[in-house]
């Protein structure tokens, strides 16, 4: 897997810092290691966008109908939106520290033993006052990044710029410094706070959505219905206020039959956000009781299944939700999943978008509900692993900084 493969690259030193009052372990990722994979992933991502762009620069098309749920679902708006997914970040002190047996096996023989981490603990000075933590982590510094990283390359939120003088090396390391704990810690001591629950509480309720994601059963039989229950009006009946959404865009089949597909054998949707865009009259066509018609935020742990397009979609979110504490490979790998899943979610709509490139999925009929299905699967398969690393990202950023553990 690529984020096996790039931790398993990183070279990572562990140094033992002396503080006053307090003991902080710190990884170093040498410059060698992290920029090319910063510019990796840079590269990536604007590949992956670039169909979605609009001509003249690097902000999305809200007209084009795979890229615009970037825009309306999370906000990704103007260049700025772009960039925020386009910035590298490095994988947390707490993921560095469970992988270190691996990532000194791929150390020289020299190496390792020219230093090892007991040599490390004992010969570290502090030239540079860093922040005081809470925690036992004092981060992960990237060697040699600069202020101007930060305008394309790095993250910028959580991150010091700072200078280690060590007796290991014959110069400082300077660099860019992440370290969550510290961000977290001075934003509950500046609102004068005993606690993190305002800070963590959001964290726990996406890291319970994905838990409890892994863990439900699959369903496979939607057909991605949601886009026609949103269109759906019978007879005699007004325009749906959901009806505007992609209004730009042609229908590929007629009102009838829209209300036919989503009447055939009604519409088994578990997305909490989907089911709210639903036409007031497609709601009672839902196969999930109470949940057609009445559903609220608390309801996505119990509904929330990873065969869905939209759950796979959100995959997306919650990665830039935990932001810069998390590998930005897994971003990126979370931004292809989102895509994925939205093409697969527009080719079955009613929505004519042959103009961008993407042929029908034509699921009003039993040969389309075949051929989304199989397309499900696959992206099902895609997307699981995805979830649980960025599952596993959750419980060591909670864990590191709030000391939770999950």
Known sequence: MAYRRVLLELLVLVLNLSLPAQSMKMAVVRESIWRPLAVKHSERVWELLQPGLISS???LDPCHPVYNFLLEYYGFKGTKGC????RWSPPLMQTLMQKT??????????????????????NVEVSAQLPETPGDSGGVL???AVEGDLLELLHYRGMKLVSIQTNLFEQPINGALYNPTNHYSTQVAGDDCTNTDSSSGGFLFFQSILDATIKAEPIMHCH???????????????????????SHLPLRVD????????????VFCTHVDALRFFAPAAKAWNQFGEYGTTVSRRDQTTLEQPGCVHANMDLLKYAMRVTPWIDGDLVGDALDIALQARKLDIASSPYDVSMYGLDPIPVETSEGRKIYREMQVDLLRNAQPVRQRILAAYNDFLLQTFAIQV
């Open 101 to 122: 047996p691996e990532i000194w096996n791929k150390f020289s023989p020299t190496l390792v033993e020219s230093f090892s981490v007991k040599e490390l603990c004992a």
């Open 57 to 59: 620069g690097s902000r």
């Open 224 to 246: 991605g219905l949601h886009e026609w229950a949103m269109q759906y009006r019978p007879e005699r009946q007004p325009m749906p206020p959901s009806s505007k959404y992609q």
């Open 255 to 266: 009102q009838q039959t829209i209300n036919a597909a989503v009447e055939r054998r009604g």
């Open 142 to 144: 990237l060697e040699n």
């Open 83 to 86: 960039k925020r997914i386009a």
